[in-house]
């Protein structure tokens, strides 16, 4: 483990069975939709990589990348678009990926964007869920799993830019972003 990681929350293991889990429902929600799968960058990368890989479904996949955390590990409750998608939403079934579903700012903003496109429906999928942090009234159409009101890293979730490459899924020492 990690020297900066107090506790693992998942294992390789325990991420690898709720990502099947949720690809096997995905699949059977999705199929003959042909739905535009977005990656919300960066953290939701590995998530995303993996999922789709568990999907046995035609789909087409994009990437578009907001966001509102910076270097910081406090939200500044100001998101911008840094990349937005190249396939158009319009008419199409949109599945949002996300890797935590913290205050809800992010994937609220993104959703009020994208409804304005016209797609034919719009869900959200996350892969973690901090229900205790929102402020928004959002609620994921499909969530892997909860996770306490703590600071967590790994399989794409960073705290500065770093531990996104971590396999498992880890609750960082408080002395790391204290300090
Ligand atoms: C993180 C995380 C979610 C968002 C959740 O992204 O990946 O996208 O924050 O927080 P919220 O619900 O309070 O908006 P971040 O802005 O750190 O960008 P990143 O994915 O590039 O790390
Ligand atoms: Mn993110
Ligand atoms: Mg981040």
Excluded: W
């Amino acid at each position: 483990m990690h020297d900066d990681i107090q506790e693992i929350l998942f294992s390789e293991e325990d991420i690898a069975r709720i990502v099947r889990d949720l690809g096997e429902r995905l699949s059977e929600d999705y199929r003959g939709l042909n739905p535009l799968v977005v990656c919300v960058l960066k953290g939701a990368a590995p998530f995303m990589s993996d999922l789709v890989r568990r999907m046995d479904i035609a789909l087409e996949m994009d990437y578009m990348a907001v966001s509102s955390y910076g270097a910081s590990s406090q939200s500044s409750g100001v998101v911008r678009i840094m990349k937005d998608l190249d396939i158009p939403v319009e008419g199409r079934h949109v599945l949002i990926v996300e890797d935590i579903i913290d205050t809800g700012l992010t994937l609220q903003y993104l959703m009020d964007i994208l409804k304005r496109r016209n797609p034919a429906s719009l869900k959200v999928v996350t892969l973690l869920d901090k229900p205790e942090r929102r402020t928004e009234g959002l609620v994921p159409d499909y969530c892997g799993v909860r996770v306490p009101n703590e600071f967590v890293v790994g399989y794409g979730l960073d705290y500065a830019e770093k531990y996104r490459n971590l396999p498992y899924i880890g609750v960082l020492k408080r002395e790391v972003y204290n300090a």
